[in-house]
């Protein structure tokens, strides 16, 4: 996704229950894979402006909608990806990845922080850390 800059906000319940957010998006219960996540993010999908939420590997539902951050200090050049990633990092414990369709970068927010175009490694040293079982 990061390489073909398509945007994408994908979201790993922890310990918090998402089913909130799940009850008003479109139920996918899939395994996750690449080619899902390709598929629902392509540009022009009616699912890729939403994120999808991940629950144990399986992709719960796709276009879900995550309150934005009120936080003031956000920079403007980060859209409303971002802002959604960051909003849902400050209710519950879940881990979001967020990939810049304008620049294909890659951040991850967390305990209503993101840490912004960090690398491929960087990203899985937050996924091992994190989302251990």
């Known amino acids: 996704l990061s ?69 003031m200090d956000i920079p403007k050049s980060l859209g409303s990806r971002h802002r959604a990633a960051i909003g849902i990092s400050e209710v519950t414990d879940a881990l979001t990845i967020v990939v810049s369709e304008e620049t294909g970068k890659i951040s991850v927010a967390l305990n209503s922080y993101l840490d912004y175009d960090i690398t491929k490694e960087s990203l899985l040293l937050y996924l091992e850390k994190h989302l251990q079982s």
């Open 3 to 71: 390489s073909r800059k398509i945007g994408a906000l994908i979201t790993f319940e922890k310990t918090n229950s998402l089913d909130e957010f799940v009850s008003s998006a479109y139920p996918i219960n899939a395994q996750l894979n690449h080619e899902l996540l390709s598929t629902i993010f392509y540009p022009g999908s009616p699912l890729h402006d939403g994120a999808v939420i991940v629950r144990m590997n399986t992709i719960i539902c796709a276009g879900a909608y995550f309150p934005p951050t009120e936080q």
